[in-house]
């Protein structure tokens, strides 16, 4: 999608091909870095896996722009919180990359309630000839020590370690749903269901309040906070989304604590479709500034809508991503997918907008010609190369061959992460334990 449908081809499938799989296996966040030559991913087990775009290879024309494993650690460990007897989740709630400055790259990670600053960097020479220690490591006797050797760096076999840089933990009451980090690189946010702070990246032991819309009785509580980001190139200007579908932009110059917002943006309810379920499917579940920083992109259950940040009134793009489940709400609720969180995600050149849906299925708008297309994440296209055959869903009379209908759509096969390369058309969708890669055919 964007500058002339492309036609995207399977690139690589990561994970296991399992019936059933580990909870803790279970991809809860996708991130490709600012140069898009990392990928990173977050499962409810806690762990990150970092992949590296190989580099161009002659020999092997057709591994261009594969994704390898560069690094693998634990980020989170599941916790006990004593004072309330809560389990503390390890799951991996969100990664946000900083901008690389130096040789190393650092990404923030977060679960629930700590949010950890992690430095993934290279070694791949050691140093050899110590004076107090033999080659095994043992300390040598001092007398024995009759010269002064000069310590020398000899060349070993590539090893990228990850380590904790900065613990930011203790401040958040309700679960952590949102980390971004702001255009300055100094500071970033998180927000929970009732908060936002504001962090500085080198103090962990304190930050600062910048909303808070927790009622003085709880029992008056109408809206919670569902996501956040800050402005990409406006380092005093970020937004906030609610569970009743409106957004909040708030401008930190204007005071400390941003309880008043400077624009809110909210669409008019349609009367006419209003039904038991209105409220549940209006609630945004990711908000995100396209690139330029002119335009916002928020996810709701069944819809994407595009805003003006000059435009207050109504979206300027509306794209629906699965109208059909509108008839299916009743048994949506039951089965508890109507609270799914899809996130939703902008191209590098800001034309063309994705997100996911069920049955595998993942959903592409292209802005300029308002065209759109349904693929679908599955091992049986799972050839090197091959072409994805766009989807339909039939709603009902007869159904064509290529068609599915939508009773037998699979609803616990869900895509709710999906990134997309910065510069490039190449994505990243997870499903359930597996990580696709697709990129398109010119790619």
């Known amino acids: 999608m964007g500058g002339g449908d492309p036609q995207w081809c399977f690139s690589q499938v990561k994970g296991a091909a399992e019936e059933d799989v ?40 057709h591994s261009r722009g594969e994704y390898n494993v560069y690094s693998t650690f634990q980020s989170h460990e599941p916790e006990f919180d004593y004072l309330k007897s809560l389990e503390i989740e390890e799951k991996i709630n969100k990664i946000r990359w900083l901008p690389q400055q130096n040789a190393a790259h650092f990404l923030l990670s977060t679960n629930d309630k700590t949010i950890k600053l992690w430095k993934i960097s290279e070694r791949d020479k050691r140093a050899e000839g110590y004076n107090l220690k033999d080659e095994d490591g043992r300390l040598r006797d001092p007398f024995r020590i009759t010269a002064l050797r000069v310590p020398i760096l000899k060349p070993m076999d590539l090893m990228v370690e990850a380590s904790p840089r ?13 980390i971004s980090v702001n255009s300055d690189h100094e500071t970033y946010l998180s927000a929970d269901d009732l908060r936002i702070n504001l962090w500085h990246l080198e103090i962990t032991d304190r930050s600062f309040n910048i909303v808070d819309i927790k009622p003085v009785n709880m029992e008056e509580l109408t809206e919670v906070i569902t996501a956040a980001e800050f402005h990409p190139h406006q380092c005093n200007v970020f937004v906030y989304s609610s569970s009743k579908g409106t957004i909040r932009l708030c401008d930190m110059r204007s005071s400390a604590l941003c309880d008043r917002h400077s624009k809110f943006f909210e669409e008019p309810e349609d009367p006419s479709s209003r039904s038991f379920f209105s409220e549940i499917i ?13 335009y916002m992109m928020t ?13 207050e009134t109504r979206p300027v793009e509306t794209y ?27 191209n590098g050149s800001d034309s063309a907008l994705m997100s996911g849906s069920y049955n595998n ?15 679908e994440a599955s091992r049986e296209s799972s050839k090197p190369r091959a072409i994805l055959k766009p989807r339909k869903v039939c ?28 510069q490039e058309n190449i ?3 997870a499903a359930t334990n597996n990580l696709y890669l697709f990129q398109d055919k010119v790619n």
């Not at 089965?335 to 996130?343: L, P, T, V």
């Not at 959903?363 to 693929?375: I, S």
């Not at 061959?401 to 759509?409: P, R």
Request: hydrophobic content about 35%; glycine content about 6%.
């Open 427 to 429: 994505i990243a969708v």
């Open 166 to 178: 900065r613990i930011f933990a203790n401040a958040h009451t309700y679960h952590i749903n949102s």
């Open 320 to 346: 629906q991503v699965h109208e059909y489940l509108r008839s299916k709400l009743c048994s949506l609720y039951e089965n508890d997918c109507i609270f799914d969180k899809f996130e939703c995600c902008w």
């Open 282 to 294: 209006s609630s945004i579940s990711d908000v995100k500034f396209s690139h330029s920083g002119r």
């Open 22 to 61: 580990a909870e803790a296996d279970i991809i809860s966040t996708v991130e490709f870095n600012y140069s898009g030559d990392l990928l990173a991913t977050g499962d409810k087990g806690g762990r990150v896996v970092i992949f590296q775009k190989e580099q161009e290879n002659k020999s092997r024309p």
């Open 395 to 422: 709603t009902g009379g007869k159904r064509k061959k290529d068609e599915i209908s939508v009773d037998s759509l699979d609803f616990n096969k869900k895509i709710l992460h999906t990134a997309w390369h910065p």
């Open 299 to 311: 996810r709701d259950y069944l819809s994407i809508k595009v805003w003006d940040l000059n435009m």
């Open 361 to 375: 299925f993942f959903r592409m708008f292209d802005r300029g010609t308002r065209r759109d297309v349904t693929l």
